[in-house]
């Protein structure tokens, strides 16, 4: 693949970056134990065929050079010294509670932003379960890719594309807080590409701004307020409302977005609290070395100011749900998981006799 220069949205997530707040995607997918069959494999084998996999991606090779034209632009070229190897690693656990330590070390992996000399994305191999099941931890760098694309990307170390009543409430009362920072309002992203067309190059969004009424008391009422919101916004369509503020992306120069965007990162807490993303997998089933895949949770990156990123990937009959959050701003991200998740369960109750 040959030099190609950053998408203006791009360009702006690779200067909005920081330390403390990387930009990058992430997705953790966990994965059953290799069938009798493949019951030979170990963890090396794993790991060699996740790197070919990775290696044969051609965007994943790329990496981001400065420009002397257009001044404070970027682009992404081949790195002429490519080693899949700096990427692609392996970590064993303890296996006692094997999901709740990849979920820490997830978390863990996740505040560490991806090397800028080298393509920018990570990939990680967590085994150590006792009944041969494993993870798999992938990181993309935004500028690299977005929800469609990760997933296109993404896709590409999977056998089968290898080969071819108040929850929200009792939570602020249960740590002495008071009843909200409004209701918050959420930044809902929306890509522009059409379904089923091949992903082009850089990033293509819009957002929706939604009102989250976590002050509601009544769950389906927060629910038929937020998809009223959402109806409102999808008529209106992505290139209206404050929402398309990405668009403006589009419209500036490079050193705009060089110079202005370390200034305008904390800008997005005037818009918006949160960020709450989909991001669409195939519907068929999918598998690694044979393991069938039982469970992906996308993360979404977090922006300067921002409290919450959740993403939800649907796959396999369930909703897979990622929550990225600022430790001092939630610091019991347990109690607010279960909050979401008993919120759920309010909406969709079990049957009964």
Not at 177 to 183: E, I, M, V, W
Not at 216 to 240: I, Q, S
């Amino acid at each position: 693949m040959s030099s190609e220069l950053l998408a203006p949205l791009d360009l702006a997530f690779w200067h909005l970056e920081s330390t403390a707040h990387p930009l990058h995607l992430g997705a953790l997918a966990h994965f059953g134990p290799p069938p009798a069959d493949a019951a030979d494999r170990t963890p090396p084998d794993l790991l060699e065929l996740l790197a070919r996999r990775a290696a044969a991606v051609p965007r994943l090779r790329m990496r981001v050079r400065d420009v002397l034209l257009p001044v404070g632009g970027a682009a992404w070229s081949a790195d002429p010294d490519f080693d899949v190897r700096r990427h692609v690693h392996e970590i064993t656990l303890p296996g006692a509670d094997f999901r709740a330590e990849t979920a820490r070390l997830a978390a863990e992996l996740m505040e560490r932003p991806v090397a800028r000399g080298l393509p920018p994305w990570e990939m990680y191999l967590l085994s150590g379960a006792p009944d041969g099941s494993f993870a798999v931890l992938v990181k993309l760098h935004h500028a690299l890719a977005d929800g469609m694309r990760a997933v296109a990307i993404g896709a590409g170390i999977f056998d089968e594309i290898a080969a071819g009543r108040r929850p929200a409430r009792r939570w602020f009362a249960e740590r002495g807080l008071p009843l909200p920072g409004a209701d918050p309002r959420a930044l809902v992203p929306v890509s522009r590409r059409r379904p089923g067309t091949a992903p082009g190059p850089g990033n293509s969004l819009s957002g929706y701004l939604v009102d989250l009424p976590v002050t509601e008391a009544d769950p389906a009422a927060r629910l038929a307020a937020v998809r009223a919101a959402m109806d409102r916004n999808k008529a209106a369509g992505p290139l209206r409302g404050a929402g398309a503020v990405a668009l403006l992306a589009d419209q500036l120069h490079p050193l705009a977005h060089r110079f202005g965007a370390p200034l305008a990162s904390g800008a997005a807490r005037l818009l918006f609290d949160l960020l709450v993303t989909q991001v669409p997998l195939p519907r068929s089933a999918l598998s690694l070395a044979g393991a069938p895949l039982r469970a992906l949770f996308p993360m979404a990156p977090l922006a300067r100011g921002q409290s919450l990123a959740v993403a939800m990937s649907p796959y396999g009959g369930q909703v897979h749900i990622g929550l990225v959050a600022d430790g001092e701003a939630v610091p019991d991200l347990d109690a607010l998981a279960a909050a979401l998740t008993a919120e759920l369960d309010l909406l969709d109750p079990p049957d009964t006799p």
